[in-house]
Nanobody, 125 residues
Framework: QVQLVESGGGLVQAGGSLRLSCAAS????????MGWFRQAPGKEREFVAA????????FYADSVKGRFTISRDNAKNTVYLEMNSLKAEDTAVYYC??????????????????WGQGTQVIVSS
């Protein structure tokens, strides 16, 4: 099992920045990739970004490309999401996810085996 704990959410003005962290514990050696998803009120959960644990290949949703950066610290078993130029439409609960097996579609939530509890991000306009 892998446990994921997100942190770093909060309230920020439009144009501001936040950095989310997701600390993994447990059988972290089994992690193949990690991702960030978000869910706004009344909307479905959507992909934000993902990173392969080995090699560091990254993937982004078009809506955040150029504004958000995903990175990882293998030594700390932690993945980060640096969010810049935040917009009101970025307001959502952000979830961290981890996949055990090689994933074909990193943007698909079903590819991930473990999920964190989420951290709220509110961007005021």
């Amino acid at each position: 099992q892998v446990q994921l704990v997100e942190s770093g959410g909060g309230l920020v003005q439009a144009g501001g920045s936040l950095r989310l962290s997701c600390a993994a514990s447990g059988r972290t050696f089994s992690i193949y990739a990690m991702g960030w998803f978000r869910q706004a009120p009344g909307k479905e959960r959507e992909f934000v970004a993902a990173i392969r644990w080995s090699g560091g290949n990254t993937f982004y949703a078009d809506s955040v490309k150029g504004r958000f950066t995903i990175s990882r610290d293998n030594a700390k078993n932690t993945v980060y999401l640096e969010m810049n130029s935040l917009k009101a439409e970025d307001t959502a609960v952000y979830y961290c996810a981890a996949a055990r097996l090689p994933i074909v579609q990193p943007r698909r939530a079903g590819e991930y085996d473990y999920w964190g509890q989420g951290t709220q991000v509110i961007v005021s306009s």
